[in-house]
């Protein structure tokens, strides 16, 4: 079973960017596209950006031109480079691995981790 364990999450200012890591256990890591899914008080979970085995990237239109995902297979790891933060990024950030690397579906294939919370406020 792949676990994964998000990090980089914090309290930040309109405006200002975090990065945010999750590291995957297993060796399989580098097979799937990886997500980055939020899902903020009451709202259901969303995927916000993604990333294939070969780079290719994804982003739902409401952070696009502000997040960058990124991955590192040699590491098991995978990014989110949030900039320009508004306050409706304010949600809690998982990752997974998904069978859709598109935005809008999601066929994720593990348990979800903890999560990182990013507060956006002033």
């Known amino acids: 079973q792949v676990q994964f364990v998000e990090s980089g999450g914090g309290l930040v200012q309109p405006g200002g960017s975090l990065r945010l890591s999750c590291a995957a256990s297993g060796s399989i890591f580098s097979r799937y596209a990886m997500g980055w899914y939020r899902q903020a008080p009451g709202k259901q979970r969303e995927k916000v950006a993604t990333?294939?085995?070969?780079?290719?990237?994804n982003y739902a239109d409401s952070v696009k031109g502000r997040f960058t995902i990124s991955r590192d297979n040699a590491k098991n790891t995978v990014y989110l480079q949030m900039n320009s933060l508004k306050p409706e990024d304010t949600a809690v950030y998982y990752c997974?691995?998904?069978?859709?690397?598109?935005?809008?579906?999601?066929?994720?294939?593990?348990?979800w981790g903890q999560g990182t919370q990013v507060t956006v406020s002033s």
């Open positions: 997974n691995a998904d069978l859709i690397p598109t935005i809008g579906r999601s066929w994720s294939l593990y348990s």
């Open positions: 990333v294939t085995s070969g780079g290719s990237t």
